[in-house]
Nanobody, 124 residues
Framework: QVQLVESGGGLVQAGGSLRLSCAAS????????MGWFRHAPGKEREFVAA????????YYADSVKGRFTISRDNAKNTVYLQMNSLKPEDTAVYYC?????????????????WGQGTQVTVSS
């Protein structure tokens, strides 16, 4: 049974930082690309960042480029999202996803498995 468990969310002031983690189990982690998406109330689910199975390729939404960094540790079956210079518009539930589909990294259809999400709230 595949499980993706996110942690690290919380409440932070604008300009602050958070690091999200996603621990994976039940799959060959190093064979999967990993992505982060977010869903804010009243908005559609939005791609945030992705990393290739090897970690050599990283991809970001324009809205987070230069502020967020995705990384992975295949020895720990964990993917991270370092979020700096947070803005109120970054407030959302953040989901990690694992995928080996034949699609672009920013497309949800790329991903086979999803976590339950962790809330990030940025106050102004």
């Amino acid at each position: 049974q595949v499980q993706l468990v996110e942690s690290g969310g919380g409440l932070v002031q604008a300009g602050g930082s958070l690091r999200l983690s996603c621990a994976a189990s039940g799959l060959t982690f190093s064979s999967y690309a990993m992505g982060w998406f977010r869903h804010a109330p009243g908005k559609e689910r939005e791609f945030v960042a992705a990393v290739s199975w090897s970690g050599s390729g990283t991809y970001y939404a324009d809205s987070v480029k230069g502020r967020f960094t995705i990384s992975r540790d295949n020895a720990k079956n964990t993917v991270y999202l370092q979020m700096n210079s947070l803005k109120p518009e970054d407030t959302a539930v953040y989901y990690c996803a694992a995928g080996n589909g034949n699609s672009r990294y920013e497309k949800p259809m790329m991903y086979n498995f999803w976590g339950q999400g962790t809330q990030v709230t940025v106050s102004s």
